[in-house]
């Protein structure tokens, strides 16, 4: 059974830092010709939209949504079946719950997610 977590979130002064986590159990390897990762979010009051996502293959292509590019930078660690959000200068807009899911995102996949918060 696979099982996508989410960690990492917390409470930040605008113009902060924070390292999302997504650890992955279930699967025999994060690598892949198959499938991507990617990190979603939704805010209160709005829909959940894709912030950004990697393809789990030697190539790695990463993409990002318009608002967050130039700050926002996805990884992994293949050996802790892990990916990552490092969220640079955050924003207030950037307040919502983040959540990790394979894209296109599966059902069953979906987790608590982790609270950010952008706020002086």
């Known amino acids: 059974q696979v099982q996508l977590v989410e960690s990492g979130g917390g409470l930040v002064q605008p113009g902060g830092s924070l390292r999302l986590s997504c650890a992955v159990s279930g699967l025999r390897s994060l690598r892949s010709d198959d499938y991507a990762i990617g990190w979603f979010r939704q805010a209160p009051g709005k829909e959940r939209e894709g912030v950004s996502c990697?393809?789990?293959?030697?190539?790695?292509?990463?993409y990002y949504t318009d608002s967050v590019k130039g700050r926002f930078i996805i990884s992994r660690d293949n050996a802790k079946n892990t990916v990552y959000l490092q969220m640079n200068s955050l924003k207030p807009e950037d307040t919502a719950v983040y959540y990790c899911?394979?894209?296109?995102?599966?059902?069953?996949?979906w987790g608590q997610g982790t609270q950010v918060t952008v706020s002086s």
């Open positions: 990697m393809s789990m293959n030697e190539g790695s292509t990463t």
């Open positions: 899911n394979a894209v296109p995102p599966k059902y069953d996949y």
